[in-house]
């Protein structure tokens, strides 16, 4: 069983950054690869980034390749997304989620999520 908890969610103008943490319990967490997803009003949840276990492979959407950088601390339990050049269509509530093994950006993959943290970028 893992549980998760985000945090570092907020109110940013666009072109800022923003920093969300994952915290998870556990002692394998190694063992699991970890994604973000969003949902943004209206629309339906999307993959964002992801990382292997072990850390140095890493997977991002098109659409923040570039700007998104995702990070594991398996020390810690955590991970965590650096959202740079934020842009209004960033805008989403961001969850962090779980799965064994091999990263997968597929939500129906992964089976422990986080109550997610709200990301609001203003122009």
């Known amino acids: 069983q893992v549980q998760l908890v985000e945090s570092g969610g907020g109110l940013v103008q666009a072109g800022g950054s923003l920093r969300l943490s994952c915290a998870a319990s556990g002692r394998t967490f190694n063992n699991y690869a970890m994604g973000w997803f969003r949902q943004a009003p209206g629309k339906e949840r999307e993959f964002v980034a992801a990382?292997?276990?072990?850390?140095?492979?890493?997977y991002y959407a098109d659409s923040v390749k570039g700007r998104f950088f995702m990070s594991r601390d398996n020390a810690k339990n955590a991970v965590y997304l650096q959202m740079n050049s934020l842009k209004p269509e960033d805008t989403a509530v961001y969850y962090c989620a779980a799965k064994f093994r091999t990263y997968s950006t597929y939500q129906e993959d992964y089976n422990y999520w986080g109550q997610g943290t709200q990301v609001t970028v203003s122009s």
């Open positions: 990382v292997s276990g072990s850390g140095p492979r890493q």
